[in-house]
């Protein structure tokens, strides 16, 4: 298709298109003359890709250019393409490692791991940024004087465990690999505003089944 | 105890503790002589309360004021009182309606409530701004061309029951009603990263399971 088509089956104008070509964050169409180049599918999904990156994820232009380096390399193992994308995107600071909560916090996480038998959330441990925002978030609690645990925690990270094995289930029905790492990336910044509403509904429609309304 | 114990207990300055009193966000305490008033527990409880909402969750003050108010109303129903807290916290704005995306998302959202069986969820509708959340966040996954649908959601919804119906379960090892409340709120600004990090975790060991690191 041309770059006419290209914008209006996307919904992206043709001005935008052609930022994104010069900031290389969409691959260039084939040349078929000095004035023409001919875009394919491969080129729309990108473009939806950038899109919830940019407008949706508020993701800087050079993040989302290192977001798609990752996604483009084919020489990465699967799970690093999967989470490499990810760990570019914005992360919660490194935590302070001077501060009692974080230190308590981090020793629960370590001992729910061990106890759900995590080994690479384990071995990746503070390598990895969703383990950081983990202690992070815990640490805050513990700060506040929220007493959590490895045991309260538990229960929902099993839960978490099944919504995870969906979601690579759900990769699993996409044709090619370059799908399967854009949808995962897609899916990080535009689908956990879904899982929290489905969250929110659930505990709305449970508390009126055991209270009314 | 005394207002210099109530600081050092609760990690709030007394310069603060003030603030929060003149602002109405904590109740006096008990007047014991013209210059000392005692407070206890329920003081304690309510300045961490006051703290996640305004230092973690970044709420105004005047919107901190309106939850608490409904955390205090006891003429309110359970679920309206869990509920009508959230409520007060900054919400996605009004969907435009005249878009085809925010219709469709809608649609599957009915489809979805509808399928689930969610009869208090349906009923409460729109009303509720969970409700919109999901409309929201869902009609922008179809806007840019993700084929969302009822039957995709319907998996992570009965997961994300399962973890409402762990949230209520918690709550009710609260003693009293005033915790119960408190902690529903709490939690709303608090266990959502926690639990975000948690699906994050679960994504990596799973991915590292079935395809390796």
């Known amino acids: 298709m041309r ?3 290209l914008s209006e089956r996307s919904g992206v104008s043709t001005a935008t298109i052609k930022y994104y070509l010069r900031e290389g964050l969409l691959a260039p169409g084939r040349q078929v003359n000095a004035t023409t180049a001919e875009y394919d599918e491969s ?3 990108r473009l939806r890709l950038v899109r919830a990156l940019i407008q949706v ?3 800087p232009v050079a993040t989302a250019r290192e977001v798609l380096g990752h996604v483009d390399d084919e020489s990465l193992g699967r799970t690093i393409r999967l989470g490499a994308a990810l ?3 914005p992360q919660v600071p490194e935590p302070d490692e001077t501060d009692p909560a974080v230190a308590a916090a981090r020793r629960e996480v370590d001992r729910l791991l061990s106890s759900l038998g995590w080994a690479t959330a384990r071995e990746l441990g503070p390598l990895s940024p969703v383990h ?3 202690v992070v978030a815990l640490a805050t609690l513990i700060r506040l004087g929220y007493a ?3 045991e309260l925690m538990a229960p929902y ?3 978490m465990h099944q919504v995870a094995m969906r979601d690579l289930d759900f990769l699993e029905t996409h044709g090619s690999e370059a799908e399967r790492v854009e949808t995962a990336v897609a899916a990080a910044v ?3 505003p879904v899982l929290r509403a489905l969250h929110g509904l659930a505990q709305e429609e449970e508390s009126a089944r055991r209270y009314g309304l």
């Open 3 to 5: 770059l006419a088509e």
């Open 43 to 45: 080129h729309l999904r």
């Open 57 to 59: 994820g508020r993701v």
């Open 87 to 89: 760990w570019a995107l």
């Open 132 to 134: 950081r925002s983990l």
């Open 148 to 150: 959590w645990d490895a």
């Open 157 to 159: 990270a099993k839960l």
């Open 190 to 192: 535009l689908f956990e």
